[in-house]
């Protein structure tokens, strides 16, 4: 079974940055470099939201909330995912969640839930002065 576990959030001021990671382990079968990965977020009384994905391929989306700030990258070698969160905004509080999940063509990668199996427990970013 595949494990992950994020770091990295905090307590940060409006305009500062954040990086958070992700980190996958504890499964034999499920090798990250032949999957997709993808950032979720979920904000009090908020549905959970799709912010930034990478496919195994290499292709990366992001939401209009986030694109241009935010950046995501992976380190197969280290089996660990990352999000680069710039220029952070009060609306960017939320509980962070990274998630992996396996699509046949190996440049999609979509928000959608259901399409990622493995899920972190999450970490907290509050973006406040």
């Known amino acids: 079974q595949l494990q992950l576990v994020e770091s990295g959030g905090g307590l940060v001021q409006p305009g500062g940055s954040l990086r958070l990671s992700c980190a996958a382990s504890?499964?034999?079968?499920?090798?990250?470099?032949?999957?997709?990965v993808a950032w979720f977020r979920q904000a009090p009384g908020k549905e959970r939201e799709g912010i930034s994905c990478s496919s195994s391929g290499g292709r990366t989306n992001y939401a209009d909330s986030v694109d241009g700030r935010f950046t995501i990258s992976r380190d197969n070698a280290k089996n660990t995912v990352y999000l680069q969160m710039n220029s952070l905004k009060p609306e960017d509080t939320a509980v962070y969640y990274c998630a992996v999940g396996y699509y046949t063509d190996s440049l999609k990668c979509q928000f959608l839930r259901r399409e990622y199996e493995y899920w972190g427990q999450g970490t907290q970013v509050t973006v406040s002065s």
């Open positions: 504890g499964s034999t079968v499920v090798s990250l470099p032949f999957y997709a």
